[in-house]
């Protein structure tokens, strides 16, 4: 993998007839094969999140998981920044208590 510019390059390995098929798709479509690559990323990511979000609906209709609104979502992200907070604070502490010199 390298890093040019503002893309980053990746090398990635297919059997000869799936690559004939995206060399005839790219062509086809009159894209770049990265192009491709890329809007197939998109769609996977999607795809992924989408099923994500159907597990977590279904575990809010089985009753699984807590209901919030948008009402919540403030008191939400301020117990999670207090979460992270916290823990800075502990891993900080743990460094100081690891640099002093053992007796």
């Keep these: 993998m390298t890093r040019?510019?503002?893309?980053r390059?990746?090398?990635i390995s297919f059997p000869p007839e799936m690559a004939e098929q995206v060399e005839r798709l790219a062509k086809r479509e009159n894209r770049t094969t990265s192009e491709?690559?890329?809007e197939a990323f998109r769609m996977y990511?999607?795809?992924?999140?989408?099923?994500?979000?159907?597990?977590a609906n279904?575990?809010?209709?089985?009753?699984g998981f807590p209901?919030?609104?948008?009402?919540?979502v403030e008191g939400l992200v301020d117990k999670e920044r207090d979460?992270?907070?916290?823990k800075q604070e502990r891993d900080a502490d743990e460094r100081?208590?690891?640099s002093r010199p053992r007796r």
């Design 58 to 63: 279904a575990g809010v209709r089985e009753g």
């Design 4 to 7: 040019t510019g503002r893309t």
């Design 83 to 86: 979460m992270q907070w916290a």
């Design 67 to 72: 209901r919030y609104g948008a009402e919540d």
């Design 36 to 38: 491709l690559f890329r």
């Design 96 to 98: 100081t208590i690891a």
């Design 45 to 55: 990511r999607g795809q992924r999140l989408r099923a994500i979000m159907d597990r």
């Design 9 to 11: 390059a990746f090398t």
